[in-house]
């Protein structure tokens, strides 16, 4: 079996939602073997969202196989079966003086711990990293607090949406004129903090000599740098920028015009003059380029609200790879804007096999997202669909931690370990 970067590294995961376990993804990605925790308790709400199924009978939210949550809602989400493949998972109450010991056991033989808890949990729960590192000095722990673990606002906790307006990425995100706008629902400090946070691990292993690290990284503080031009702009010419929608501050035209059929748009860029002039070629309009009106850059970005309509003209009586290809041969840079079904379809992406077909024992068989990197010597997959609540208990505690089956048992029957949540919290929960 050919071998993968990350081999020889164990990764326990106690993070949950998009930011931890998508660092954690990608280090099992490459191979780290990472063991996922939650408790009876507390389950990643990712395996959510679900609507109390005491109250209403039925799991709501979310986005289940043929829309359908089935008996355990919580191994059928699309969103957690997503970011937690390649994973072992397992169930665990750290809240317990058992479970606390079972943790350290699992430290003292491996090599990275991640979470994403606001500052004081992993305190109050005696597991920080001064307590851990007397366990293995050799272990690599990476916080992954909202606000970061000090300053006035270290204990607000943080979602993607919330680190985007703190981050100022809100405020720019929205048309001339009008208010800031939220990533509809998909917000971008999760995966950045997740990439940085796999990056930092990385690190710490490549620099690690005999000694750990304790590594804090802040969501919001590694979302920031998305806004470092307009940030620049501030600090040299004190000069605050606003929303301009999908307008760009040098080049123009630049936007995203309706094409032919049922919500179908394209996105077309002109750089400069002499792609201007292409342009207007392509589409059968070389007059345009003779208008004083956008003869040149300058003036095309003072007159862009009589341009658009007049591009969106030519674009709504073509279809939206069709203007791709037009623009392309004519040297200006266009693409579609593809919605869900047309990515899955695309042909590039599957003759490059980016999507895996991934088999899970609950949520059935789907294509997945495949690699973010593609290694020459090692090449990676999706060699295990996520786990089921607490599937990996038994090998977890009984073959890595040795416990006997007698003690699995009684630590089950105290519900510090267990393969199905609490009903009632669940309810709580979600």
Not at 80 to 105: A, H, P, V
Not at 371 to 379: I, Q, R, W
């Amino acid at each position: 079996m050919t071998r993968l970067p990350l081999d020889d590294v164990r990764v326990i995961d106690l993070s949950m939602w998009w930011a931890g376990p998508m660092a954690t993804r990608l280090l099992a990605d490459m191979g780290a073997e990472v063991i996922k925790i939650e408790s009876l308790k507390r389950i990643d709400p990712w395996r959510g969202p679900v609507v109390s199924m005491i109250r209403f009978g039925k799991a709501v939210g979310g986005v289940y196989p043929n829309n359908d949550p089935g008996e355990r809602p919580y191994n059928r989400s699309a969103a957690f079966n997503l970011q937690n493949r390649n994973k072992y998972g397992i169930s665990l109450d750290l809240s317990r003086f058992e479970g606390k010991d079972i943790l350290k056991r699992l430290v003292y033989i491996s090599d990275v711990i991640v979470e994403n808890f606001t500052p004081r949990v992993m305190t109050s729960l005696g597991l920080d990293y001064t307590v851990l590192e007397k366990v293995n000095p050799r272990i690599i722990m990476l916080s992954m607090p909202a606000y970061g673990m000090t300053g006035p606002e270290k204990d607000y906790r943080g979602f993607g949406q919330t680190i985007e307006c703190m981050s100022g990425i809100t405020y720019l995100t929205g048309y001339l004129g009008e208010g800031p706008m939220l990533q509809s629902g998909i917000a971008y400090g999760d995966p950045i903090a997740g990439i940085n946070g796999a990056f930092a691990v990385l690190a710490a292993l490549h620099h690690r000599s005999g000694k750990g690290m304790y590594i804090e990284l802040s969501q919001v503080e590694v979302a920031i740098p998305l806004n470092s031009a307009v940030l620049m702009d501030y600090t040299m010419n004190r000069r605050i920028r606003t929303r301009m929608g999908n307008r760009h501050q040098s080049m123009a035209p630049q936007g995203c015009y309706r094409c032919k059929g049922d919500d179908a748009w394209v996105v077309i860029a002109v750089p400069s003059d002499e792609v201007w002039h292409n342009f207007c070629h392509a589409v059968g309009k070389p007059a345009l380029s003779e208008d004083r009106r956008f003869f040149d850059v300058a003036a095309r970005l003072r007159h862009q609200d009589e341009l658009d309509p007049i591009i969106e003209e030519w674009t709504k009586e073509h279809d939206h790879y069709e203007v791709m290809r037009i623009m392309q041969a004519a040297g200006v840079p266009a693409g579609p804007a593809l919605d869900a079904r047309e990515l899955v379809e695309e042909a590039h992406l599957n003759e490059r096999g980016f999507f895996e077909v991934v088999t899970h024992p609950e949520a059935g068989t789907h294509p997945y997202i495949g690699m973010s990197a593609k290694f020459s010597k090692t090449p990676g997959s999706i060699r295990r669909p996520a786990p089921c609540f607490g599937e990996h208990n038994q090998y977890v505690f009984g073959e890595l931690l040795g416990l006997s089956k007698e003690e699995i048992t009684r630590l089950e029957e105290a519900e510090i370990i267990g393969s199905t949540p609490s009903t009632e919290q669940l309810g709580g929960m979600f």
